[in-house]
């Protein structure tokens, strides 16, 4: 059974950082892509970081300065570092993953979803 547990979500104030974990079990993290997307209220899913294989990382323009993921091999877990974050960057994320790799920010083509952590960024 494959599980994706997020957890190191928060409240912080704008500017502030937060590092989110993304645990896997029966899963190697290594071997497969992943990704983290985010859903704010009212708002669709949308891709924020992904990591492959390769140790490649792809990242949406909102974020991509701002925002690193990495893979933590010897915990088999996935990590995500928010620094400078704003007030848009409130949403629920989400850790998920894929075993065949396609567009890296898009939804569709993942597979195993985590059950979220929250992370909420004051003005």
């Known amino acids: 059974q494959v599980q994706l547990v997020e957890s190191g979500g928060g409240s912080v104030e704008s500017g502030g950082s937060l590092r989110l974990s993304c645990t896997a079990s029966g899963y190697t993290v290594a071997n497969n892509c992943m990704g983290w997307f985010r859903q704010a209220p009212g708002q669709t899913r949308e891709g924020v970081a992904a990591?492959?294989?390769?140790?490649?990382?792809s990242y949406s323009d909102s974020v991509r300065g701002r925002f690193t993921v990495s893979q933590d091999i010897a915990k088999n877990t996935l990590i995500l570092q928010l620094t400078g974050l704003k007030p848009e960057d409130t949403a629920m994320y989400y850790c998920?993953?894929?075993?065949?790799?396609?567009?890296?920010?898009?939804?569709?083509?993942?597979?195993?979803w985590g059950q979220g952590t929250q992370v909420t960024v004051s003005s």
């Open positions: 990591i492959d294989k390769s140790g490649r990382s």
């Open positions: 998920a993953a894929e075993s065949l790799c396609h567009v890296p920010l898009y939804k569709g083509g993942y597979v195993y």
